[in-house]
T-cell receptor, first 113, second 112 residues
Framework: NAGVTQTPKFQVLKTGQSMTLQCAQDMNHNSMYWYRQDPGMGLRLIYYSASEGTTDKGEVPNGYNVSRLNKREFSLRLESAAPSQTSVYFC????????????FGQGTRLTVV | GESVGLHLPTLSVQEGDNSIINCAYSNSASDYFIWYKQESGKGPQFIIDIRSNMDKRQGQRVTVLLNKTVKHLSLQIAATQPGDSAVYFCAEGSGGYNKLIFGAGTRLAVHP
């Protein structure tokens, strides 16, 4: 099982460029999440999607947009990248139930220069 | 505001010893807590969770303790092994757990 797959794994952008981070899960989970992780810090929630067709802001949504394309896919878009968005981005999915653990992807390391 | 913090940023232990990683939380409305392990270059991996109606839960070599009176969460790892070396995060959630809030993490270093 692939679990949660993120692409790309690494990316370097120039300030002002745009890009989309892709995330797909094959576990038929309802909920999906995007987090960013800065050095020496925990994960901060950017956006989440409780179910297909819905998205909501997390702790740090400014500068980002998301699309829940279908139940499997949840993308994160940076319209105009800034150096402050240099971070490692993690996608996660979860199915609320008896065991509520969230499964994380391997991360996308983004550098904005 | 809501926050999750950790008492110790780095914990060094000898192989075979027991490890205790601590976490303080401030949102009294949180009703779900999770411990994650993150190895270098990888995404967080679920270890164990606990709901607010419990004060202790055990897994394989791990135990989570929840003290709601002082808003404290701990992860105990028995017979710590080199493979346990990683950064450990606690996270708290409430109201459907969609907004899982993570702490800054504690690095566990296991020495032979």
């Amino acid at each position: 099982n692939a679990g949660v797959t993120q692409t790309p794994k690494f990316q370097v952008l120039k300030t002002g460029q745009s890009m989309t981070l892709q995330c797909a899960q094959d576990m038929n989970h309802n909920s999906m999440y995007w987090y960013r992780q800065d050095p020496g810090m925990g994960l901060r929630l950017i956006y989440y999607s409780a179910s297909e067709g819905t998205t909501d802001k997390g702790e740090v949504p400014n500068g980002y947009n998301v699309s829940r394309l279908n139940k499997r896919e949840f993308s994160l878009r940076l319209e105009s990248a800034a150096p402050s968005q240099t971070s490692v981005y993690f996608c996660a999915s979860r199915q609320q139930g008896a065991k509520d653990e969230a499964f994380f992807g391997q991360g996308t390391r983004l550098t904005v220069v | 505001g809501e926050s999750v913090g950790l008492h110790l940023p780095t914990l060094s232990v000898q192989e075979g010893d027991n490890s205790i990683i601590n976490c303080a939380y401030s949102n009294s409305a949180s009703d779900y807590f999770i411990w994650y392990k993150q190895e270098s270059g990888k995404g967080p991996q679920f270890i164990i969770d606990i709901r607010s109606n419990m004060d202790k839960r055990q897994g394989q070599r791990v135990t989570v303790l929840l003290n709601k009176t002082v808003k404290h969460l701990s992860l105990q790892i028995a017979a710590t092994q080199p493979g346990d070396s990683a950064v450990y995060f606690c996270a708290e959630g409430s109201g459907g757990y969609n907004k899982l809030i993570f702490g800054a993490g504690t690095r566990l270093a296991v020495h032979p």
